[in-house]
Every structure is written in C-alpha cells, then in structure tokens.
C-alpha cells in the first residue's frame, strides 16, 4: 500500500535538493529544472526566504543557514552521537589516519563526524563527492564503504533486501561490489570477522576498515571507519593492526554509551 504523503511539503523539499545539487539557482532554472509552474515555484520560494530556509543574493536562491540550526540539533540530539564524535577525535589522533562516524538515514549513510588528521596528506573523500567545506551531512551508499557494510551486516536480512531494493549497487569505482549475492557473501564475512573493509570500492586509491557501533539494547546506532591511502594501509596494518585498534576503541565506546543510559535512568 502506497503511504500518502504531503505534495507541497515534497515540492518545497525539491526546491531546497535542487537549489544545494545546482550550488544556488534562479527562479528561471528552477522552472526549467522542475516540474512546476513559475507561480508555483516562486511561492515555494517566497515561503522558505520568509522563513530563513532560503538566501537570496541577486537572482540566485541558496540555502539558508537556518539549516544549519536543525543539523546541528540533530546530530547532537542523542548522547550516543557525542559520544561517537570524542571517539573519532581520540583514535584519529592516535593513528594519525581520516576517522569517520556514519549513521543510517534513508536507507544511506550519511556522515556525522569526521576528524581529518592534519598531518594526512591524502585528500579526504569529500573532495570528490562535494565543494562543501565541511563533510558532515555527506551521504554514502552502504555497500561501498566499510561503515555501510558494517551497519549492513548488523541488520536483520530483510531490511538489507530493503536497502539494496530501494538503492541499488551503483558503481562508484571499478572495485565496486555490484552484485548482489558477492555484497551478502561479504556481508556474513564482516559478521564473522567484526570488521568491514572497502578496498578502493568508493575512491580509488583509498581504503577504510569500519566497525558497527551497537547500544546497550543491541540496536545498532552507527559505524566508524579508519579511511586512508592505499600506499599507508598496507599488509598486516590494513588487515590486522588497523582492525584490532577500530575495535578496542568502538568496545570502549559501547561501553561508555551504556554507561550514559544507566546513568540517565538512574
């Protein structure tokens, strides 16, 4: 059964997609972009520029900061998330190496912190996907990065089916596991090892090593990754060093959550 939805709340949404995809956009290209009448786009633009979701410098509409409220919000909302971010601050600084932590929303990834070592010199995977100065907010399909394999292969089967149905298996690089049988082959091996690894599956020349992050009920909140360069991860600091670290410090970092919600409910 089809779940009914709001129509103009689904258009004023993809006004705001569009204007971010276009990096800012004219009355006149969102018309030509759009399947709305002029009227009608320029009353979805006027309500978001009333409300601050939208700036306008000459002709052309970008998004407002008043995002930047909710974003923010929302990803510090849940204790667990702050938590996550010292986390990734702690081992980054500790390897020297690009950590990530990535949560689900819409059946993707999408980034929530990153510490992106100083003394790295491999371009952050951002680069390639945005001109945005910061990377938080980036989506990710699951299936070609270690947190998305490892937040995958902690989900009950079909919902992975879910996933996979809703998104696909789109090749980002010639590593890209495309089919479906070899990605939930790999999946029971991330079960068994504990770790999730991307061998130049999302850019070439990067690999990440990513580890589920669960919470106290066994619910599964998120995943860091370790990402870097293929020439520093190498033999047995890409399969083993690298593994054993990510996981010590996610232990940790399970723990210190169920700690927080003992205390909250104490």
């Not at 986390?87 to 912190?113: A, C, K, M, P, Q």
């Not at 090892?193 to 090593?209: I, K, Q, S, T």
């Not at 399970?254 to 909250?264: G, Q, R, V």
Request: proline letters at 3%; hydrophobic letters at 35%.
């Amino acid at each position: 059964m089809t779940r009914q939805t709001a129509k103009t709340t689904k258009r004023s949404l993809g006004v705001i997609d569009t204007i971010q995809t276009q990096g800012g956009a004219t009355l006149e290209e969102l018309t030509d972009e759009l399947e709305m009448s002029r009227s009608t786009v320029h009353l979805h633009l006027r309500t978001l520029l009333d409300e601050g979701y939208l700036t306008k410098e000459g002709a052309v509409y970008h998004i407002g900061l008043r995002f930047l409220n909710h974003g923010e919000y929302a990803r510090s909302r849940k204790t667990a998330y702050t938590l996550a971010k010292q986390t990734v601050t702690e081992l980054s600084n500790e390897i020297d190496e690009e950590v990530e932590f990535v949560v689900e929303n819409d059946n993707r990834g999408i980034l929530v912190y990153e510490s992106f070592h100083p003394d790295s010199h491999f371009p952050s995977k951002e680069r390639h996907i945005s001109t945005a100065p910061s990377s938080a907010g980036i989506y990710y399909y699951l299936h070609c990065v270690a947190t998305g394999k490892a937040i995958l292969a902690a989900l009950p089967d079909d919902r992975v089916e879910a996933i996979l149905d809703d998104w696909g298996l789109p090749r980002q690089t010639t590593q890209t596991i495309t089919d479906r049988n070899a990605l939930l082959e790999e999946l029971e091996q991330v079960r068994e090892r504990g770790v999730a690894f991307a061998d130049e599956e999302y850019v070439d020349g990067l690999r990440e090593v990513g580890r589920c992050v669960r919470g106290p009920d066994g619910r599964v909140l998120g995943a860091v990754a370790i990402i870097g360069p293929k020439y520093r991860f190498t033999d047995d600091r890409y399969t083993t060093e690298l593994p054993a670290i990510l996981a010590e410090y996610v232990d940790d970092l399970e723990a210190t959550i169920e700690d927080s919600y003992l205390e909250e409910f104490r």
